[in-house]
Nanobody
Framework: QVQLVESGGGLVQAGGSLRLSCAAS????????MAWFRQPPGKERDFVAA????????YYADSVKGRFTISRDNAKNTVTLQMNSLKPEDTAVYYC????????????????WGQGTQVTVSS
């Protein structure tokens, strides 16, 4: 059974930083692309960032480019989202997801999701 468990969320002031982690188990982590999504209050879930199976390719939403960095450690089965220069509009529940293939692309099937972690950025 595949499990994705996010951690690292919390309350931070605008301009601050947070580091989210997602620990995976139950599947060969290194074979699959991973992604982060977020869902602000009352809005739909949106793509934030993704990383290919090897870490060699990364993808970002325009809204987070230059502020967020996605990385992975295949030896530890974890994917991390470093979030800097946070803004109030970054407030959301953040979810990690495991894709169905090695490379990420828009529309790829996301086989598994974590339970989410709340990030709140105060102004």
């Amino acid at each position: 059974q595949v499990q994705l468990v996010e951690s690292g969320g919390g309350l931070v002031q605008a301009g601050g930083s947070l580091r989210l982690s997602c620990a995976a188990s139950g599947r060969t982590f290194s074979r699959y692309a991973m992604a982060w999504f977020r869902q602000p209050p009352g809005k739909e879930r949106d793509f934030v960032a993704a990383i290919s199976w090897s870490g060699g390719n990364t993808y970002y939403a325009d809204s987070v480019k230059g502020r967020f960095t996605i990385s992975r450690d295949n030896a530890k089965n974890t994917v991390t989202l470093q979030m800097n220069s946070l803004k109030p509009e970054d407030t959301a529940v953040y979810y990690c997801a495991m894709a169905s293939g090695k490379l990420y692309y828009a529309g790829i099937r996301l086989d598994y999701w974590g339970q989410g972690t709340q990030v709140t950025v105060s102004s």
